[in-house]
């Protein structure tokens, strides 16, 4: 069975040596030398000016919304992961769903109309590892004093102008969960500007603790040395996973393009990472369905990323999905394809196969 994702694994031996030392020293989290030597190695990476690490991606969104002080509306998308709406509201905000474009991110000429006096920021999600409009946002951002935040979930690696895709907005936060294309078995890291942000991260990473005072209401989001030792041998991989990507990302898109009825992406101006291959099945000869039963039936598992919108949530009470028409659309007909570093060109073509016949 080809299966949507792949965890990469680095050698065993390798993340042994990795290890090591940890039995030497006995320090197994609360920001430790592994931990500190993968904070570097990242920030150089990523080309950000700061990073700060936590146990998952989720706890360190909710805790940059905290740090940022992030009050009342929060304008977002309904195209993305539970994990960006669920940090709004558990922070205490109200989501205010946005509708996205043709490349799943959110529709920029659509966010002033949504703003009000209770907005305080702008929570974008970089889909699939497409990049949003981060120049007109920001411009957006500075006339009417939002924060913004990106969802980099998606984005690990994309760079946009030579510049890391962390390194726009007031924040941005990475995954290293094992789906993503770099991870640290379970893992997150906050990107941002300003130096004063970092003391309250940590602070609300770490119980609200900042040094011996209690300074915040904070919770327990750190990254141990066991997950930093994992990413500190995956990134020595990294840039020949994104090529192996790439090769699979390609012959989809060669074997995939000016298909009738099939909708794929086409070209950018960014450096991508090819994290992952959503296709839009729209008039096509089978629909969603039929093309991922089709796909099962000769052992291949496609996945409906993103399905159902997260503004579908029945703990909202309301049927919110009228307010973003696009998106209900692209979530009612995407489909993602397997997409993974070990993913041979013979089990692309199956898939290609599977799809076209
Ligand atoms: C994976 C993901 C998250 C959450 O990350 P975790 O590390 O799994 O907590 C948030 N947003 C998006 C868009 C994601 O894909």
Redesign the pocket.
């Known amino acids: 069975m080809i299966n949507v994702t792949k965890s990469s694994m680095p050698f065993f031996e390798e993340y042994c040596q990795e290890i090591k030392s940890i039995w030497d020293n006995t320090h197994l989290t609360n920001m430790g030398p592994v931990h500190n030597r993968l904070q570097s190695a990242l920030k150089d990476y990523l080309k950000v000016e700061n990073i700060e690490l936590f146990v998952?991606?989720?706890l360190a969104?909710y805790c940059a919304l905290k740090a940022l002080d992030v009050k009342g509306e929060v304008i977002t998308t309904p195209f993305?992961?539970a994990?960006?709406t669920n940090a709004i509201v558990q922070v205490g905000c109200t989501p205010v769903f946005c509708d996205v474009k043709d490349d799943y991110t959110i529709d920029e000429s659509k966010i002033e109309g949504l703003i009000t006096d209770k907005t305080s920021a702008i929570l974008a999600?970089h889909v699939y590892g497409n990049i949003c409009a981060v120049e007109e946002i920001e411009k957006i951002a500075k006339k009417h004093n939002l924060k913004v935040i990106y969802?980099a979930?998606?984005a690990f690696g994309v760079e946009y102008k030579g510049r890391g895709i962390g390194d726009y907005g007031d924040v941005s936060m990475f995954?290293?969960?094992a789906t993503?294309v770099f991870h640290t078995i379970?893992?997150?890291g906050i990107t941002f500007k300003d130096e004063s942000l970092k003391a309250k991260l940590n602070a609300e990473r770490n119980f609200g603790l900042s040094g011996e005072e209690l300074v915040v209401f904070g919770t327990n989001a750190k990254m141990n040395e066991f997950q930093a030792a994992m990413g500190i041998c995956n990134l020595k991989h990294i840039d020949e996973e994104l090529n192996k990507r790439k090769l699979a990302f390609d012959r989809y898109a060669e074997r995939l393009s000016d298909v009738n009825g099939l909708t794929i992406l086409g070209e950018y101006d960014f450096k991508r990472n090819y994290a992952y291959f959503p296709i839009l099945i729209d008039g096509y000869k089978k629909d969603r369905e039929g093309v991922m039963l089709a796909l099962k039936e000769n052992g291949a598992m496609a996945r409906k990323y993103f399905y159902p919108l997260v503004s579908e949530n029945l703990a909202f009470n309301k049927d919110l999905t009228a307010l973003t028409p696009k998106a209900l659309d692209f979530s009612r007909k995407v489909l993602c394809l397997p997409l993974y570093a070990g993913l041979s060109i013979s089990e692309v073509d199956k898939i290609c196969d599977v799809i076209l016949r």
Request: net charge negative.
């Open positions: 998952n991606g989720h969104l993305t992961f994990s960006t999600v969802d979930a998606h995954s290293f969960h993503k379970e893992g997150g």
